[in-house]
């Protein structure tokens, strides 16, 4: 728990300093989005399938942290840094290290 909110914690301070490249209608879209997308990914492999559950099987309150404050966090460093203008390579270099720094972090 105490990494969950010390990573929050980090993140929303980040977001703060940092250069803001994209609109906030950019932001608050993809955002949207992936939390949507995520939190239907969660419930049908965690309730259909019974594969995973963040902090214990079923329901738990520690995952409103998770889902209202952690993933947009990372979406919105995430969608502030791609790099919309260089080349195809640099843009799979930068998903690659975001899929391998994610993998990570949770594990």
């Known amino acids: 728990m105490w990494l969950l909110i010390s990573t929050i914690t980090i993140l929303l301070i980040i977001i703060y300093v940092m ?3 994209v609109t906030k209608s950019e932001a608050f879209f993809s955002v949207f989005f992936s ?3 995520q939190q239907l990914v969660d419930c049908y492999l965690d309730f259909k399938y019974d594969l995973y559950g963040y902090f214990s099987v079923g329901v738990d309150s520690e995952y409103i942290l998770v889902l209202l404050l952690l993933f947009p966090a990372f ?3 995430f969608i502030n840094f791609f790099p919309f203008g260089l080349s195809f390579r640099s843009k799979v ?3 690659l290290f975001w ?3 994610s993998t990570l972090y949770e594990y």
């Open 75 to 77: 979406k919105l460093v």
């Open 35 to 37: 939390m949507a997308f």
């Open 19 to 21: 250069p803001k490249n």
């Open 99 to 101: 899929t391998v720094f």
């Open 93 to 95: 270099k930068y998903i």
